[in-house]
C-alpha cells in the first residue's frame, strides 16, 4: 500500500512539474505568476496607439512605436513571433504577431506593450491594428514624457539609418470604408548608380535632395513648406519611374502614387488624398500632360483633366502649405508641349528635368551596368549611328542587352541591328531583315532582333533627322 502511494505521488509530481514546464519553462509561470501578482496589488493604466487617427489617417506614432518594439531584444520572448523576411532580401527578422505582449524597461519601471489587431468588418474593410500600453499609474508621471521621446528618438535613428521600410500607396477609388489609401512594400531596387544620367545631372539631383532633407530651419525661415518639386519629362521608357524610385530609396521616402482618374469627387476628393499623405514621403502624378492639355484645349472636360489642373494650383496654395511638409511632388509628362507655361511656374515646379532617348553616353552607361563591358570594337559604330539622330528608348535598348545578355557583343549587335533607320532619308538603305542579320551577326543577332520585336514591338524608328538633346537637362526654375 506504502509503494502505491508513493507511486502516486511520483505521478501527480511529474504532472505538476511538466505543467511548470509548459511552452518555455519554469522561468515563464514565475513570470505568468508575476504578471497576475501586479494586476492584484498595483493599480495600471492604458494607453492605446491607434494605426489611423479618427480621419482615418495614417498615425505617425503607431508607426515610431512599431519601430521601437520591433528593434527590441525582448520580442524574442514573446509566446508567438513571426519570421519575415526583412528589407534585405537575405535578412530574416522577427515581427510581433497579433494580440502578443512584450516587455520593455526604462528607468527602472516595467512597462508592457500589446498588439492588439481588429477582425475585417461586413464591409470587407482592411483590418487595423493599435498598439496598447500597459503602465503603473505611479510610474507614468514620473517616467511615460521621457519614455515617448525615447521612442521618438529610437525610431528617428531607426529611419535616418535606412531601417525603415518603405511602402508604396495607391489612392483606393471612392475610399471605401473610409480608407482612401491602399500600401505594399516598396522594394524598387533603382538607385542614382544604376540609372543611366549622365554625371553632372546625378551629381546635381544628389545635392539638391541633400539640401532639402537638411532644410527645413531654412524653409521656415523663409515662411515656406517645407517641400520640393519636380517636373520630369520625355518620351516613354526614358527612365522617369525609375528616377523617381531612385529618389525614394535615396531620401529614404514613402511612394504616394496618384492616379487621376480614380479621383472621383473633384477638387475635394483630391485635396483629401493630399491631407491623408504623410511626411516623408514623395508624392507622385504621372502623364500630367494628358489632363492638364485636356483640359486646356476642350470645353467639356473631363473629370480626370480637370483634377490635373487642381492638382497643380494646389501646388500654390494654403493647403500645399499645410500637408506639403517634408514632402517631394514629382509629376512626370511625356512632352510639355500644349501645355500653359503659367500652370509649371516657379512656386508650383521648383525643377524641370528632361529625360531624352539614349545617346552615346547613355548606351556605354546601359552597357557597363547590364553586359559589364566598358569599351567594345562596335561602340565606334554605334556611336557613328547615335550621331546621324537615330535612337531608341534607354528602356528599349535595356530590354536588348537583358535579352542577350548571355553574349556582349551578340547585344550590341542585336541593338545595332534596331537602330538601323529607314531608307529614303538621305542616311541610308534599309536593307532587307535578312542582309541586315548576316551584316550584324551572321545570325544570331538578327533572330534576338526578330524576336524581339515580335514580343515587344518597341522598334519603332524614329525619324533620322529629328533634333534631340545629348543627355538629361536639369532646369532649376
Keep these: 500500500m506504502t509503494i502505491v502511494m508513493i507511486i502516486i505521488i511520483l505521478i501527480i509530481l511529474l504532472f505538476l512539474i511538466r505543467v511548470m514546464l509548459f511552452k518555455t519553462g519554469l522561468i515563464h509561470s514565475t513570470k505568468k505568476l508575476q504578471q497576475t501578482l501586479q494586476e492584484i ?121 535606412g531601417k525603415r521600410e518603405l511602402r508604396l500607396f495607391v489612392n483606393a477609388g471612392d475610399g471605401e470604408g473610409g480608407v482612401r489609401w491602399r500600401s505594399v512594400p516598396f522594394t524598387h531596387p533603382s538607385t542614382f548608380e544604376t540609372i543611366a544620367m549622365g554625371e553632372d545631372l546625378r551629381s546635381k539631383v544628389k545635392s539638391d535632395l541633400e539640401l532639402f532633407l537638411r532644410g527645413k530651419k531654412y524653409y521656415r525661415k523663409l515662411g515656406r513648406a517645407w517641400r520640393r518639386s519636380f517636373l520630369l519629362y520625355g518620351p516613354s521608357g526614358t527612365g522617369k519611374s525609375s528616377f523617381v524610385a531612385a529618389m525614394a530609396n535615396f531620401l529614404g521616402y514613402d511612394v504616394y502614387d496618384v492616379d487621376l482618374e480614380n479621383v472621383r469627387g473633384g477638387d475635394s476628393d483630391l485635396k483629401l488624398l493630399l491631407l491623408e499623405t504623410t511626411p516623408k ?16 484645349t476642350e470645353s467639356s472636360l473631363p473629370a480626370a483633366s480637370a483634377t490635373g489642373i487642381q492638382m497643380l494650383n494646389i501646388m500654390d496654395g494654403i493647403l500645399s502649405a499645410c500637408c506639403g511638409e517634408e514632402r517631394v511632388m514629382v509629376f512626370t509628362m511625356n512632352s510639355k508641349d500644349g501645355v500653359d507655361p503659367d500652370l509649371l511656374r516657379p512656386g508650383r515646379v521648383d525643377v524641370h528635368i528632361h529625360f531624352p532617348t539614349c545617346d552615346f553616353s547613355s548606351f556605354k552607361e546601359l552597357a557597363s551596368s547590364h553586359l559589364g563591358v566598358k569599351e567594345h570594337k562596335l561602340f565606334p559604330r554605334v556611336e557613328e549611328i547615335l550621331a546621324r539622330g537615330v535612337s531608341l528608348s534607354p528602356a528599349e535598348v535595356g530590354e536588348l542587352m537583358i535579352a542577350n545578355r548571355g553574349s556582349p557583343s551578340r547585344a550590341i549587335k542585336s541593338v545595332i541591328g534596331a537602330l538601323r533607320p529607314d531608307g529614303g532619308d538621305g542616311i541610308g538603305r534599309r536593307e532587307s531583315a535578312d542582309d541586315d542579320c548576316d551584316d550584324v551577326d551572321g545570325g544570331d543577332g538578327c533572330n534576338a532582333v526578330k524576336d524581339f520585336r515580335k514580343l515587344y514591338g518597341l522598334f519603332k524608328l524614329r525619324n533620322g533627322k529629328r533634333s534631340r538633346p545629348s543627355n538629361n537637362t536639369l532646369v532649376h526654375d
Excluded at 125 to 145: A, C, H, P, Q, V
Excluded at 281 to 296: G, N, P, W
Design 41 to 161: 496589488f498595483y493599480v495600471h493604466q492604458y494607453l492605446k496607439v491607434p494605426e489611423l487617427n479618427e480621419s482615418m489617417q495614417p498615425n505617425p506614432l503607431y508607426r515610431k512605436v512599431f519601430l521601437y518594439l520591433h528593434s527590441l531584444p525582448s520580442i524574442e520572448d514573446s509566446d508567438f513571433t513571426n519570421l519575415v523576411t526583412g528589407t534585405n532580401q537575405n535578412d530574416i527578422v522577427l515581427c510581433l504577431d497579433a494580440n502578443q505582449l512584450i516587455e520593455d524597461h526604462f528607468l527602472g519601471a516595467t512597462l508592457y506593450w500589446f498588439n492588439q489587431k481588429t477582425e475585417p468588418n461586413r464591409n470587407n474593410e482592411n483590418r487595423t491594428g493599435s498598439f496598447l500600453l500597459k503602465i503603473r499609474k505611479n510610474d507614468k508621471r514620473r517616467i511615460l514624457g521621457a519614455y515617448l521621446r525615447h521612442i521618438h528618438d529610437v525610431a528617428g535613428d531607426m529611419e535616418s539609418n
Design 281 to 296: 514621403s514623395i508624392v507622385v502624378v504621372e502623364d500630367l500632360d494628358k489632363f492638364v492639355v485636356a483640359a486646356t
